[in-house]
């Protein structure tokens, strides 16, 4: 993934002693919701843990071209929902055997409750672009500007895809479609 | 907000709860080591080749990594392969697109069309098509110019009958498209007792397709479609404990639907077949496709499309390298492949000899690259 805040110019010295320091307290603030929304959208911890790892890493090597650190945050976030993008998409294409995460373990699924894990499944059968948006806004809590900087596509399309995935959602839960 | 939206929000929290703070792991950065920058790079190599000219023994910083494959250069070497394609198109998936110069590896254009997940090339150098998957397949056209400019980007209509397209390719003239669709996944979860893989070729000209279907369950995930346009190569798996690994060529002009009636190409018995994607030689009589060595290493082997010529084997992955490919494409010449994975980002594979072209460190992310 290449993040719009990349810039060619080389990195100095000074930034690369100085990424350890950075991106470890970035890490220490964020990485929490950030593994949660991992969780959310790839069904695992142990795969959520390593999207939101590679994130960092990626944030770690590419800190001395960052040309605007203030948004780090925005751009591992956005690294994190593409690590979950080619996970999810590398499942779909080499299946070996049912995949079924521990979200739906027998200790999670008394700690989520069924009428919950409903909303998660017809969330879950939503396409991904409509599911990341939902995320985005209800978990993440992120406004429309930040979402579609995420995503990277338009306000307006953050806009319609989230009201399409919210009506698709209801029509779910509420006529039992598929 | 409304009852969904309260319902969501609330189901969205207690799925983030069973992921408990004290659970998150420590950050594991990498061990630090001299970072050379880019521009001192070409200084340094220039430095080496002088002194190594001027019969001195060049002995580089301990820092320097060591472990470079010795058939890997950074520069196309003079006089071993033919000239390649000038311009190839790629993508981080699911990136956008950008065109890029061979020689230089310098980004000349980039595309608006966002979401890419697969690219292909007619083989003129000029016309490509790109695949997006943004809850729905859309199939686009690509022209670039002399230049490197992009001419043209044009939605092409494909309808696709039903499934998940998991790949496609072009006909030499562009007038066709060949789609693999894998049947009996819901919502990104496979279903083994009911999956079907299905090729579909569609004619831009007419509007109309053809559909194969499998008579029996497994996977199709590859596809490649020999300039004339009358054969399409695709990988076959089946799962389970009689496991079968084929590359199948199917001629688009049977009436027979069933994708199985197709012919064996490849089967695993030399080499085991491993999932990746395939290319036809620009002449048709071979085709490349990733397999597997006696070892376990993963491979990009040139096989015979006719029974005869022993499969040649064109390189070996890197060790410890992802064994996912995300690209494979001959050019006109049929002596430069275009190839992603094995641990190479976007690379120029001519006579032995790997070119890298992309500089991307994430590995493990899929490309899309045609040329």
Request: proline share 6%; glycine share 8%.
């Amino acid at each position: 993934m290449k993040a719009e805040a990349v810039t060619h110019a080389a990195p100095r010295a000074r930034d690369v002693a100085d990424a350890d320091t950075a991106v470890t307290a970035l890490y220490r603030g964020h990485a929490l919701g950030l593994m949660r929304l991992a969780l959310i959208m790839v069904g695992d911890r142990p795969t959520a843990e390593d999207v939101v790892q590679d994130a960092f890493l990626g944030l770690h090597r590419r800190w001395g071209h960052l040309r605007d650190r203030e948004n780090a945050l925005a751009y591992v976030r956005s690294t994190v929902l593409n690590n979950c993008r080619s996970v999810l998409r590398r499942r779909r294409l080499t299946p070996r055997g049912r995949h079924e995460p521990p979200v739906w373990s027998a200790e999670a699924a008394a700690l989520v409750g069924e009428e919950r894990r409903e909303v998660i499944r017809a969330l879950q059968s939503l396409p991904a672009r409509q599911r990341e948006a939902l995320v985005l806004r209800y978990f993440c809590e992120l406004t429309e500007e930040e979402i579609a900087r995420t995503m990277r596509v338009s306000r307006g399309t953050v806009k319609s895809t989230t009201s399409r995935a919210i009506s698709a959602l209801g029509r779910i839960l509420e006529g039992g479609e598929r | 907000m409304n009852a969904i939206e309260e319902r969501l929000k609330d189901s969205l929290g207690a799925v983030a709860e069973t992921f408990p703070a004290e659970a998150v792991p420590d950050l594991r950065l990498p061990a630090r080591r001299l970072a050379l920058s880019r521009r001192l790079v070409p200084l340094i190599a220039a430095g080496a080749v002088a002194a190594a000219t001027a019969g001195v023994a060049v002995a580089l910083p301990d820092a320097t990594p060591r472990h470079r494959t010795p058939q890997v250069t950074a520069v196309p070497p003079l006089g071993q392969a033919a000239i390649p394609p000038r311009y190839y198109l790629a993508a981080v998936v699911p990136d956008r697109i950008a065109v890029y110069e061979t020689a230089t590896r310098r980004k000349v254009a980039r595309t608006s069309i966002g979401g890419v997940t697969r690219l292909a090339g007619t083989g003129d150098g000029r016309t490509f098509f790109a695949m997006t998957d943004q809850g729905a397949h859309r199939f686009y056209r690509i022209r670039i110019t002399d230049k490197g400019k992009v001419a043209e980007t044009t939605p092409v209509p494909v309808k696709v009958e039903s499934g998940s397209v998991v790949a496609f390719a072009a006909s030499g003239d562009g007038t066709k498209l060949a789609l693999v669709l894998q049947l009996g996944v819901t919502n990104g979860t496979p279903k083994p007792d009911t999956m079907r893989g299905a090729v579909e070729v569609a004619d831009l000209t007419t509007g109309t397709t053809a559909t194969w279907r499998s008579s029996a369950q497994g996977l199709v995930q590859s596809v490649a479609m020999d300039p004339t346009g009358r054969t399409v190569a695709f990988d076959w798996q089946t799962l389970g404990r009689d496991h079968v690994s084929q590359i199948r060529a199917l001629d688009v002009t049977s009436k027979n639907t069933d994708l199985l009636a197709s012919r064996i190409m490849v089967r695993t018995a030399t080499f085991g077949a491993v999932s990746g994607p395939l290319a036809f030689s620009p002449d048709g009589r071979s085709i490349a496709a990733i397999g597997q060595s006696e070892k376990g290493g993963v491979q990009i082997v040139r096989y015979p499309v006719t029974p005869g010529p022993r499969p040649r084997v064109l390189l070996s992955a890197r060790p410890g390298g992802a064994a996912e490919f995300g690209a494979l494409a001959f050019d006109p010449t049929g002596t430069n492949l275009l190839f992603e994975g094995g641990g190479y980002p976007v690379s120029r594979l001519a006579n032995g000899t790997v070119t890298l072209l992309g500089d991307r460190k994430d590995a493990d992310v899929e490309s899309a690259a045609a040329w």
